[in-house]
């Protein structure tokens, strides 16, 4: 199964959630993924209508695992989490298919964990393959935040609600604590997903990395780091595809009902303390 690999010495495992892709995509993940850091175990999971197994057959250090059913994004995943949990790795990444890694990008972010114990999920700065910067760095959204950004056609609405809640005003040029660490690249630490018992399985899609990130944040830091670097296509899909954005709309719900409509202290607790690390937002 895991070839001639010694399981005890896997320092770094992934898993790779994949539905109907685009095989070159696949390829140029999976070959980034193994250039960044070779001392790695990949669990690709395939939640596809038909098996791409033929793709990973020569690869040492992959386990691929067909589900000929559309699991759902987090559910997927978690099939992955629970076998790095088994195999006892240091750390896990909850990786997208459209995502290219810096080759010293993980070297970087073990780094950056083994020094900050504390820390036990970050992601590194997320750019467009132009090189534009994505602003996932973003405070908890309360149901105005995501109506605004959804439904509003006041261009001046928008703006002034993705300055605040994507914090558009910081630079991305220091290490801050984040509590929304974005799905499409999450670096933990396997022992802290192993106590959060992974994602929320009740979300089939959308809202389960921001569950996940505010669990981990109750019992550990969540860090943006800026020093590494991935490239993130980045499709936005739930505002191109309608069952996209019908999974958005009941992953929104679950999550509200879950954490909180209007009342929701943890989160007007921590965005205040997120927005504190900015002087422009100092009292």
Not at 83 to 112: G, M, Q, R
Not at 160 to 178: M, P, Q, S, W
Not at 220 to 231: G, N, P, R
Request: a positive charge; glycine letters at 4%; aromatic letters at 16%.
């Amino acid at each position: 199964m895991f070839k001639n690999k010694i399981l005890f010495l896997i320092n770094l495992t992934a898993s790779l959630v994949l539905y109907n892709n685009d095989l070159q995509e696949i390829e140029e993940v999976v070959s980034s993924f193994f250039s960044a850091y070779s001392n790695s175990f990949l669990y690709i999971i395939d939640n596809s209508s038909k098996s791409h197994n033929h793709i990973f057959k020569d690869y040492e250090n992959v386990m691929y695992i067909y589900n000929n059913k559309n699991l759902g994004f987090g559910k997927a995943h978690n099939i992955g989490i629970k076998k790095a949990i088994a195999l006892n790795s240091n750390y896990h990444i909850i990786l997208n298919p459209d995502i290219c890694i810096e080759k010293d990008t993980i070297n970087k972010l073990i780094h950056f964990m083994d020094k900050n114990q504390e820390i036990g999920l970050t992601m590194p700065k997320v750019l467009y393959p132009s090189g534009k910067l994505q602003f996932l760095c973003k405070l908890i959204p309360t149901p105005k935040n995501l109506i605004i950004r959804r439904f509003s056609i006041i261009k001046n609405w928008i703006k002034n609600n993705d300055k605040v809640y994507e914090l558009r005003f910081f630079k991305y040029n220091k290490n801050i604590e984040i509590p929304y660490v974005s799905g499409c690249f999450m670096f933990a630490r396997t022992s802290i997903l192993k106590k959060v018992n992974g994602f929320d399985e009740r979300f089939f899609l959308y809202f389960e990395d921001l569950d996940l990130t505010r669990r981990i944040g109750q019992i550990s830091k969540t860090v943006f780091f800026s020093e590494a670097i991935i490239y993130h296509k980045y499709r936005k899909e739930s505002y191109q595809n309608n069952m996209a954005f019908i999974y958005h709309i009941l992953s929104s719900i679950k999550y509200f009902n879950k954490w909180g409509w209007l009342i929701d202290k943890e989160r007007t607790k921590i965005n205040k303390k997120i927005l504190l690390q900015f002087s422009e937002h100092k009292k």
